[in-house]
């Protein structure tokens, strides 16, 4: 079982930026892709931005790329997202997540394991 668990999350103006934390499980998180989604009120999960187990291909949604960047530390199991430039349609619940699937997947049903979620809130 893969435990994860986001932090960073917060308020910040348009324009800002925040960097996103998720504390992963070290006995499995080199093996896995990794992954952001967001959900914001009355919208369906989208993914962000994906990163594969060696962090050798990175993939991002067309709303954040230019703007955020995921990465990885497989030396202490973490995984970050640096957000930049943050616009309001950003504000939403940020999840991270592992997948057992080779690459970079983008579909939420790729990933077994999930966060509890951290609230970012843009104002403008």
């Known amino acids: 079982q893969v435990q994860l668990v986001e932090s960073g999350g917060g308020q910040v103006q348009t324009g800002g930026s925040l960097n996103l934390s998720c504390a992963a499980d070290?006995?499995?998180?080199?093996?896995?892709?990794m992954a952001w989604f967001r959900q914001a009120p009355g919208n369906e999960r989208e993914f962000v931005a994906a990163?594969?187990?060696?962090?050798?291909?990175?993939f991002y949604s067309e709303s954040v790329t230019e703007r955020f960047i995921i990465t990885r530390d497989n030396a202490n199991y973490i995984l970050s997202l640096q957000m930049n430039n943050l616009k309001p349609e950003d504000a939403a619940v940020y999840y991270c997540?592992?997948?057992?699937?080779?690459?970079?997947?983008?579909?939420?049903?790729?990933?077994?394991?999930w966060g509890q979620g951290t609230q970012v809130t843009v104002s403008s």
């Open positions: 997540a592992a997948s057992r699937r080779i690459g970079t997947p983008t579909s939420s049903d790729q990933y077994s394991y």
């Open positions: 990163i594969s187990w060696n962090a050798g291909s990175t």
């Open positions: 070290r006995r499995t998180f080199k093996g896995y892709a």
